[in-house]
């Protein structure tokens, strides 16, 4: 299974990442990091396709998806 | 693990940690940056060409915060709107430097309108990456020359009454090699385009429309959504149609200034070359 890497201290939770997944792999955290943001989580990895259109799309250099 | 582009930034500095960036939650200036590195890094694979002939210009603005703040290459913050003429030293200085410039549409528009015309019409070596978000971001979202008519900004409470200036046309008479328009929601395009830009020789202007979602008061979701409807390809346009074109414009070849002026140099060596031998 694709895993999945959030950098906890970069990310400012603006879900691109989420919306921009074509699988919904990930989703949206229901609890807030110490900043108060909604970090992406796993929802499902078995869907990554590891197409890394979210760390394309990430305006915060937070995310990464390694493929196994 | 981290992300990829990492590699080429700075993360800490001599004043403690870089990053996060100090742009808002969801800003299009941050995609633009991943793309401009995936663009640059696939240029640095593909042509092996170092590190080192990357130089980065950036003037005053959101966008402008990219470059000596965060990269790993060689870069410039200057004065407001006079990114192009730093670069024109530049590149004079030394002809070999692959530049691209981070500017947005406050600076490359209104305060260095001249600059960049002159730029363009002097069909300089240069990649002029412009994101365009239609707004003064950083001052609190004054109404730019960008803005379109009757979009509301804190200045035009009642709606813009002014004309909107478009950068991808100014560009076009003044002269320059290659124009396209993107958005932050076409990422594929847009790296082919920035990759484009910097290996062509001459001005070539990509204008990237990003997303203020601060000033817009929407989520950045919501805009990047929005993108994908309020734009039509350029080639697909029919008349009347209001919505945003966007593509590649202009892709031609014509003569750069620098072979220009080395033609001239090369043909007066050639004649003195004659004088000695005769």
């Known amino acids: ?68 | 693990m981290k992300h990829p582009m990492l590699k080429y930034m700075k993360e800490t500095g001599p004043c403690g940690d870089r990053l996060p960036t100090i742009l808002c939650p969801g800003c299009g200036a941050g995609q633009v940056l991943n793309y401009t590195l995936h663009a640059v890094d696939q240029i640095i694979k593909e042509d092996k060409i170092a590190k080192e002939r990357f130089l980065f210009i950036s003037g005053i603005g959101c966008s402008s915060r990219l470059t000596t703040h965060y990269l790993n290459f060689d870069s410039a913050w200057t004065l407001h709107g006079r990114a192009p003429a730093v670069a024109t030293g530049a590149l004079l200085a030394n002809p070999e430097f692959k530049i691209i410039l981070f500017t947005g549409d406050g600076d490359v528009g209104a305060i260095g309108g001249n600059h960049f015309i002159h730029v363009c019409r002097r069909n300089l070596d240069m990649t002029i990456l412009c994101m365009n978000n239609a707004l003064y971001g950083m001052t609190g979202g004054q109404v730019a020359p960008t803005t379109p008519r009757g979009d509301y900004t804190t200045t035009t409470p009642y709606g813009n009454v002014e004309n909107s200036f478009v950068l991808c046309k100014l560009a076009e008479v003044a002269g320059a090699s290659y124009v396209a328009r993107w958005t932050t929601a076409h990422p594929q395009q847009a790296i082919r385009s920035i990759k484009h830009g910097i290996r062509k020789k001459g001005t070539s202007f990509i204008e990237i429309l990003s997303q203020c979602p601060v000033h817009a008061k929407k989520s950045a979701v919501e805009i990047l959504r929005s993108y994908k409807t309020k734009t039509v390809k350029a080639k697909n346009a029919e008349k009347g149609d209001n919505r945003i074109p966007i593509g590649e414009f202009l892709d031609i070849e014509q003569p750069e200034w620098f072979e220009s002026f080395q033609k001239i140099i090369d043909s007066f060596a050639s004649e003195e070359r004659k004088d000695q031998n005769e």
């Open chain 1, 1 to 68: 299974m694709n895993k999945l890497w959030i950098d906890e201290r970069y990310c400012k939770g603006c879900l691109i990442c989420i919306d921009a997944c074509p699988t919904k792999a990930i989703r949206p955290s229901e609890k807030l990091n110490s900043k108060g943001y909604r970090l992406p989580i796993e929802e499902n990895m078995a869907l990554c396709k590891a197409c890394e259109i979210c760390v394309l799309m990430c305006p915060d250099f937070a995310i990464a998806v390694s493929e196994e």
